[in-house]
């Protein structure tokens, strides 16, 4: 019998205003629990002022090992940034 | 010519790059990771109960608060480097196991007693300082979840090293007696934080990958060098004196060169015969014993309300 707890990935805003950015996992028997201990271990100091947990086996990832192709599509394409459209010095702010 | 695996891997090394989870990693690299967060966080937990020893015996409310807070805080150490050392696929039980059958391994220093309260302002300054020392070069580690666990770490360590050095500078600014607790503390505590650091660098044969893969940044030595330098003045200022009669400035390097460490005793230790050994290894099973029908009810209750919510669903 596996004797851990469930993982949860926990996920905390600092401040509103920003995202949820993900700060490291702990176990818990459920989620309620994933949140106190989440207060506990990772807003000692005032760090959060939300929190979201998910169980880790819920999480999709991509695969590392096929990132130089997934993200291929991307590479080619600068006519998406606007430094690769000329325009005369006169205009401004643009 | 096509790179094999293990030389893309030491090309994003040397670029300085991190290492994710699901990147692909060599087996002895992952290895080397899991005995040493493991082993770090293990001294994280160990490390609680030479100081809880003396929570309920602190001399004031102040000291009280600042000692729980500082012990709770090695707890959440030891919590973000299981969760970083599980993200190369160790379970948190095999560690436990490994931990609580003497199997595993844990900073030495925390087989050491706590005979009087001025231990724990030595511990403070001194071990918390060696283990600064030693955790800040660890923030740019190469795998990505130990740097970032150890940054966390960093930021909270300072107060637990000013907090032990307040707890001195009062005892050295107080009667006779309480300035002979604080030298009496020094004494015994000097010697196994310089042993923190580890064997010297030639009895170190694991330094030199460890570096070619960017998880250690500076040897034994060159820590432990930087950590006596960093003290002698702490202790002059105190007012206290070190405990080695070789103890000297080196006026050209500007370092100080320290007599030799008693490597025969941080063996003893290392293998199970320090003073403290048994009792701490004792108080980490009854604990995790004790705790184990926390851990069933809060698992009972948490499968009863699904149970409930998926009849609720059906109905
Ligand atoms: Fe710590
Ligand atoms: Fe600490």
């Not at chain 1, 394409?77 to 430094?83: I, N």
């Not at chain 2, 937990?45 to 809880?52: A, K, N, Q, R």
């Not at chain 2, 020392?133 to 960093?154: I, K, T």
């Not at chain 2, 003045?233 to 080196?250: R, S």
């Amino acid at each position: 019998m596996n004797k851990n707890l469930p993982l949860y990935e926990i996920f905390i805003r600092s401040k509103n205003g920003l995202h949820h950015k993900h700060v490291g996992s702990l176990h818990a028997s459920d989620p309620q629990m994933a949140i106190m201990n989440a207060r506990d271990v990772y807003t000692r100091r005032q760090e959060g002022i939300s929190i979201w947990v998910i169980e880790s086996k819920d999480i999709t990832a991509s695969n590392p090992e096929d990132s130089d192709a997934f993200y291929a599509p991307a590479e080619d394409k600068v006519y998406r940034h606007p430094t690769f459209y000329d325009l005369p010095d006169e205009v401004k702010h643009m | 010519m096509e790179l094999s695996l293990e030389q893309k891997f030491q090309e994003k090394i040397d670029r300085d790059e991190r290492i994710e989870p699901r990147d692909w990693m060599p087996d002895s690299y992952r290895k080397t990771l899991v005995r040493q967060i493991s082993q770090h966080a293990h001294s994280e937990l160990v490390g609680m109960l030479p100081e809880g020893n003396w929570i309920s015996r602190a001399p004031s409310l102040r000291r009280k608060l600042g000692l729980m807070a500082k012990v709770q805080d090695e707890a959440g150490h030891g919590l973000y480097l299981y969760s970083a050392a599980e993200t190369l696929g160790v379970e948190r039980d095999t560690m436990f196991d490994q931990l609580h059958s003497g199997k595993a391994k844990y900073s030495s220093i925390f087989n050491y007693p706590t005979l009087t309260w001025a231990d724990i302002g030595a511990i403070g300054w001194l071990v918390d300082g060696a283990a600064i020392m030693n955790q800040v070069p660890l923030c740019r580690c190469s795998y990505g979840p130990y740097a970032r666990a150890m940054v966390r770490v960093c930021k909270e360590e300072s107060f637990h090293q000013r907090q032990g050095f307040e707890i001195m500078l009062t005892l050295c600014q107080g009667t006779p007696e309480q300035k002979a607790m604080a030298q009496d503390a020094l004494n015994r505590w000097w010697w196994p934080s310089l042993m923190m650091f580890g064997p010297n660098d030639a009895e170190s044969p694991n330094t030199k990958q460890s570096m070619a893969w960017n998880i250690k940044r500076f040897s034994n030595d060159e820590l432990r060098q930087r950590f006596v330098d960093m003290t002698v003045p702490q202790a002059e200022l105190l007012g206290i004196k070190i405990p080695d009669p070789d103890l000297k400035l080196n006026e050209e390097t500007g370092n100080y060169h320290f007599g030799a460490i008693n490597w025969d005793e941080f063996w003893q230790v290392v293998k199970g015969h320090g003073p403290c050994n048994k009792d701490r290894l004792a108080a980490r099973v009854k604990a995790h014993e004790e705790g184990a029908w926390v851990r069933e009810a809060a698992m009972a209750y948490a499968e009863k309300q699904e149970n409930r919510l998926n009849k609720a669903k059906t109905a």
